[in-house]
T-cell receptor, first 113, second 117 residues
Framework: NAGVTQTPKFQVLKTGQSMTLQCAQD?????MYWYRQDPGMGLRLIYY???????DKGEVPNGYNVSRLNKREFSLRLESAAPSQTSVYFC????????????FGNGTRLTVT | AQKITQTQPGMFVQEKEAVTLDCTYD???????LFWYKQPSSGEMIFLIY??????QNATEGRYSLNFQKARKSANLVISASQLGDSAMYFC??????????????FGTGTRLKVLA
C-alpha cells in the first residue's frame, strides 16, 4: 500500500536548470496538490488539481508549472530554477468526501545553488 | 481571506503531562473542516485528527483531542500524557471550499513541541 509516492527524494540544481518533480498516488483520489515548505512559513499551496485534466493556481504558483497526466500522476515542473525555490516540496491527495484529510508523500528536498 | 494562525513557535512539556497547542482560524464559510498534522524530524506529514464545523462534539483520537470553540474560532490540539515520541512540529490546517466540490487546504506556520524526559 504505497499511498503517495514522490521522486526524487533529494535534488540539487544550478540556477537556470530545469527539472520535474514526480508524484503518483494509488488510492484512486481525484484531488491532488503541490505544496512547498519553508522554515517559519508552514506549507504553502503551489498548484492543485481537482480532477484529471484540470489544474488551478494556489498561493505561490510563480515559477512553476504542473501537469495532471492522468488520475494517478501530478507532476511539478521548474522551468528555470532560482535559489528562492530551494525548499521541501510535498505532494498530497485526498479522497472525495465532505471532510477528508490530505494524504502526503514523503517530500522532495530541493536545493538550488 | 481564510487564514490559520498558530502563535506558539515552540513549546516544551514534561513527559506524561498534557499540552495544548493553539490554533485560531478565520473564515466566512459556514461549512469547513479543521485538521492537525504532525511532522517528526524525519519529515513526513502525519494526519492526526479533524473536526467538522457542524460537529458539536470535540473530536478525539487516542491521546489527541481537538478543543473546538466555534464562537472563538479556535481549534486547539490537546495531547494527553505526552511521550518522548511526541516531539515534532505540529501544523493546524483548514479546508477551504473553492466551488464545485473542490477544496484547498491552508496551513498555519506550525508549533515545534519538545517533550522533556
Amino acid at each position: 500500500n504505497a499511498g503517495v509516492t514522490q521522486t526524487p527524494k533529494f535534488q540539487v540544481l544550478k540556477t537556470g536548470q530545469s527539472m520535474t518533480l514526480q508524484c503518483a498516488q494509488d488510492m484512486n483520489h481525484n484531488s491532488m496538490y503541490w505544496y512547498r515548505q519553508d522554515p517559519g512559513m508552514g506549507l504553502r499551496l503551489i498548484y492543485y488539481s481537482a480532477s484529471e485534466g484540470t489544474t488551478d493556481k494556489g498561493e505561490v504558483p510563480n515559477g512553476y508549472n504542473v501537469s495532471r497526466l492522468n488520475k494517478r500522476e501530478f507532476s511539478l515542473r521548474l522551468e528555470s530554477a532560482a535559489p528562492s525555490q530551494t525548499s521541501v516540496y510535498f505532494c498530497a491527495s485526498r479522497e472525495e468526501g465532505w471532510i477528508s484529510p490530505l494524504h502526503f508523500g514523503n517530500g522532495t528536498r530541493l536545493t538550488v545553488t | 481571506a481564510q487564514k490559520i494562525t498558530q502563535t506558539q513557535p515552540g513549546m516544551f512539556v514534561q513527559e506524561k503531562e498534557a499540552v495544548t497547542l493553539d490554533c485560531t482560524y478565520d473564515t466566512s464559510d459556514q461549512s469547513y473542516g479543521l485538521f492537525w498534522y504532525k511532522q517528526p524530524s524525519s519529515g513526513e506529514m502525519i494526519f492526526l485528527i479533524y473536526q467538522g464545523s457542524y460537529d458539536e462534539q470535540n473530536a478525539t483520537e487516542g491521546r489527541y483531542s481537538l478543543n473546538f470553540q466555534k464562537a472563538r474560532k479556535s481549534a486547539n490540539l490537546v495531547i494527553s500524557a505526552s511521550q518522548l515520541g511526541d516531539s515534532a512540529m505540529y501544523f493546524c490546517a483548514m479546508r477551504e471550499g473553492v466551488g464545485s466540490g473542490t477544496y484547498k487546504y491552508i496551513f498555519g506556520t506550525g508549533t515545534r513541541l519538545k517533550v522533556l524526559a
